[in-house]
């Protein structure tokens, strides 16, 4: 029944729509799409990573630092990846071993969780 996950959303406060193309554009380099005209005036705004996208919206009042919630994007340099997030002025923090992955987590601008992950060789 389910074939492909198509699309993940992330919220982030009204207004700060600009500092978020800076981050998830400017800094991750993922590329921004066109959202549908009857979609637009919702703010936010649409990425495209692959097959999948990613859905930017906007909601205030929400405590983004305090979820489980997150985005893992995978990498194939995780250590350029945590050296980008140093420079960001990010916190990276390691999370609990995963069988055939290598990684480590942080928080977006907003609050917001985001992994990065790298394929390994190790179980």
């Keep these: 029944m389910i074939v492909a996950l198509h699309h993940a959303q992330l919220t982030v406060p009204a207004g ?3 500092a978020a193309r800076a981050f998830y554009c400017g800094a991750l380099g993922l590329r921004e799409i066109p959202k549908p005209v009857s979609l637009a005036g919702r703010g ?3 990425l495209e990573l692959g097959p999948v996208q990613i859905h930017v919206g906007t ?6 630092e305090r979820t489980k ?3 893992a994007f995978e990498v194939d340099d995780l250590a ?3 050296a980008l997030v140093a420079r960001l002025g990010l916190p990276a923090a390691e999370g609990p071993p995963v069988p055939g992955l290598v990684r480590f987590e942080t928080r977006d601008p ?4 985001v992994e990065f992950v790298q394929r390994s060789g190790g179980s």
């Design 110 to 113: 907003f609050g917001n969780r």
């Design 44 to 46: 936010g705004f649409w």
């Design 69 to 71: 919630a997150h985005l």
């Design 16 to 18: 700060a729509e600009d």
């Design 59 to 64: 909601e205030d009042g929400v405590a983004r």
């Design 80 to 82: 350029a990846a945590r």
